[in-house]
DNA sequence: CGCTAACATGTTAGCGCTACCATCTTTCTA
DNA sequence: TAGAAAGATGGTAGCGCTAACATGTTAGCG
């Protein structure tokens, strides 16, 4: 049986050129067209041009993913956020991107829906990529998740709020932020001052704001009700805690609104009903969104800087990532008392 | 020199266990690891349970770097978009993320600044990880950028618009929305309009839509002045836009705004100057935004679907990875008019 | 009881790239 | 001019996983 040979086993990868035919087309070997390409200052510069044009001439796209598993790292920065329906979030992806981005990192972006679960599971998978570091809102996480990240070997950044961190740490004192508004109210001669959250387990670090707001308040020696709506931040939202408000807490001469969204929601609601702000009721945000600074009056709220703290956490993390010295593990961007006409 | 043997060339890559560890320790071949985790109904139950006693026990996380190599392909979807400041974008991002997320899909997200070559290295750098689709705002590309996706052969989806598409195509028709929103000032009587817009050349679907102005301004024998701005869309920009509609065309008694932001801007500013909206100038916006729909009075606009877009784009593409007809390879998502006090 | 089909598991050979070491050439120094 | 140092390039051996094929094992059938 002169059967023809079966020949070596062939697999299907992907029929793009590789590194190996470039390598040929230019008559070098592979690893100096590796070379030519992420390390150009350690290729002669007429090699690294015969190089380039065999790379454009045929098309070359490198495999970033067999890079990444020769190198044991790849380019990506995991970002988790709970949500990607809160523009407080966005902003800070905001910064992260940019910065991240012309360093040549690619974001990988998770969404837990506010569930530690979820968050880790989401751990799990970046961990598999080889990210090159992992950016997480919040300091809360399963116990399962602070024992991937516990013997993880790469930067760990978390930001938003302040606190016993993993590793590195960015972000503001809710607590004080807080505190910071109570005190803002009660100097404008407010008494009766009710606050008014959405979901205080999922969004804790509202919770911690109605901390604080609470500390100032009992000191005061006054009576900090609470009003918790069952869905997050929004205008809707906002609109029907003041309703809320005025059927519960018929004294309330100000409320203290866990954001913006709920705030200006109410705010406008107010109008709408022929209230006066702050005549009536006064009315205070958190966040220092722009949607709230263009009412009228413009709402006296918290401006915590977002997009900053985007790009400080990443600046931390690139420096890490370049082996210089990190100066603080955690850093406070602060926050500032915006006093606008609607207290 | 009795030194001793070298020994075989050792790389270190990451320390974490590998498959052929959790083999050991349950006792079967690597391979069969592999399927008992992505494919559990091929392995034998008591086998399965073994290994993933083993996976816990050492703490295993599958390195999908390598799993992607060796099957040459990932579970990334490439997601382009030219801005993340803008809250339509970030729309359909998170129909597209929740819909990818649920089947184990991961967002690879790439921000081009509403640039075209930009465009093109996300997408040389999105290819070389392997993505299983890719999906980008609108149809206009450079032509390199043509060129790649012209020959991959994995789905290609482009969002927002309508028209003339490489692959699947999923969005609205700019146009049209331009001409709907004019004849409903038309109809409600206005002569004098004014179209304010803002980087029409960068948000050229703005663009479109001032085109579908035009044209029915021309049919009607009408003037139709643009104003452009210099920056993209925010409430302060909206602002700036009515004073110079103000200063420029003194006449001008309705002004259609590009998008919300700008005339959510422009109609809170107007309350800002005393003017009344619309019996000294009447307001019309396009996108729908929450915000619009919480002035007073409240703005007419066009709502347009961004997060079921996503969705739908996303389900398209999925339907396409799993190998099933698509229906429609073109999908009109509409938009709805949706007439306030502002008009 | 022999044959086949369905199931369960294993063996082998890469996927395309880069780390590591080796080699060769050129330049500099004493 | 020898010897060292620096620069440029190449060979080899994996990174950790899965596709493809092979083999063994059990059930089903007349």
Same mark, same amino acid.
């Given at each position: 049986?002169?059967?023809?040979?079966? *020949?070596?086993?062939?697999?299907?990868?992907?029929?793009?050129?590789?590194?190996?035919? /470039?390598?040929?087309?230019?008559?070098?070997?592979?690893?100096? /067209?590796?070379?030519?390409?992420?390390?150009?200052?350690?290729?002669?510069?007429?090699?690294?041009?015969?190089?380039?044009?065999?790379?454009?001439?045929?098309?070359?796209? =490198?495999?970033?993913?067999?890079?990444?598993?020769?190198?044991?790292?790849?380019? $990506?920065?995991?970002?988790?956020?709970?949500?990607?329906?809160?523009?407080?979030?966005?902003?800070?992806?905001?910064?992260?991107?940019?910065?991240?981005?012309?360093?040549?990192?690619?974001?990988?972006?998770?969404?837990?829906?506010?569930?530690?679960? %979820?968050?880790?599971?989401? /751990?799990?998978? $970046?961990?598999?990529?080889?990210?090159?570091?992992?950016?997480?809102?919040?300091?809360?996480?399963?116990?399962?998740?602070?024992?991937?990240?516990?013997?993880?070997?790469?930067?760990?950044?978390?930001?938003?709020?302040?606190?016993?961190?993993?590793?590195?740490?960015?972000?503001?004192?809710?607590? +004080?932020?807080? #505190?910071?508004?109570?005190?803002?109210?009660?100097?404008?001669?407010?008494?009766?001052?009710?606050?008014?959250?959405?979901?205080?387990?999922?969004?804790? %670090?509202?919770?911690?704001?109605?901390?604080?707001?609470?500390?100032?308040?009992?000191?005061?020696?006054?009576?900090?009700?609470?009003? +918790?709506?069952? #869905?997050?931040?929004?205008? +809707?939202?906002?609109?029907? &805690?003041?309703?809320?408000?005025?059927?519960? $807490? =018929?004294?309330?001469?100000?409320?203290?609104?866990?954001?913006?969204?709920?705030?200006?929601?109410?705010?406008?609601?107010?109008?709408?009903?022929?209230?006066?702000?702050? *005549?009536?009721?006064?009315?205070?945000? $958190?966040?220092?969104? =722009?949607? &709230?600074?263009?009412?009228?009056?413009?709402?006296?709220?918290?401006?915590? =800087?977002?997009?900053?703290?985007?790009?400080?956490?990443? +600046?931390?993390?690139?420096?890490?990532?370049?082996?210089?010295?990190?100066?603080?593990?955690?850093?406070?961007?602060?926050?500032?008392?915006?006093? *606008?006409?609607?207290?």
């Amino acid at each position: 049986m002169s059967n023809s040979n079966p *020949g070596p086993r062939r697999r299907r990868g992907s029929d793009q050129p590789t590194l190996k035919q /470039v390598a040929d087309a230019a008559g070098v070997s592979p690893i100096t /067209v590796s070379r030519a390409l992420n390390t150009p200052e350690r290729v002669n510069e007429a090699t690294r041009a015969r190089v380039i044009e065999a790379v454009d001439k045929l098309g070359y796209v =490198p495999n970033l993913v067999a890079g990444s598993l020769a190198s044991a790292s790849s380019r $990506f920065i995991a970002v988790i956020v709970p949500s990607l329906a809160n523009a407080v979030f966005i902003e800070v992806i905001r910064g992260l991107q940019e910065t991240f981005e012309a360093r040549g990192y690619q974001i990988l972006l998770g969404n837990t829906d506010y569930d530690l679960d %979820r968050e880790y599971q989401l /751990v799990r998978t $970046f961990l598999g990529w080889s990210c090159s570091a992992l950016v997480t809102a919040g300091l809360r996480h399963s116990d399962a998740c602070h024992g991937l990240l516990g013997h993880w070997d790469k930067p760990v950044m978390e930001v938003m709020e302040l606190g016993e961190a993993l590793d590195l740490n960015v972000g503001l004192d809710h607590q +004080e932020a807080g #505190r910071c508004m109570a005190r803002h109210l009660l100097g404008r001669g407010y008494r009766s001052i009710v606050y008014v959250g959405a979901c205080l387990d999922r969004d804790y %670090r509202a919770g911690m704001r109605f901390a604080g707001h609470c500390q100032v308040l009992d000191a005061a020696g006054l009576d900090a009700p609470l009003i +918790e709506l069952d #869905r997050l931040g929004s205008l +809707e939202a906002g609109a029907a &805690g003041l309703d809320q408000v005025l059927g519960d $807490f =018929p004294e309330a001469r100000a409320i203290h609104f866990a954001n913006d969204d709920l705030a200006t929601g109410a705010l406008l609601h107010a109008q709408r009903l022929g209230l006066r702000v702050p *005549g009536d009721i006064a009315i205070a945000g $958190f966040n220092g969104l =722009p949607l &709230g600074q263009h009412v009228t009056p413009r709402l006296t709220t918290i401006q915590s =800087p977002r997009e900053a703290m985007g790009r400080l956490a990443a +600046e931390q993390v690139l420096r890490r990532l370049d082996h210089q010295p990190v100066t603080q593990q955690q850093q406070d961007v602060g926050f500032t008392l915006m006093v *606008g006409q609607s207290t």
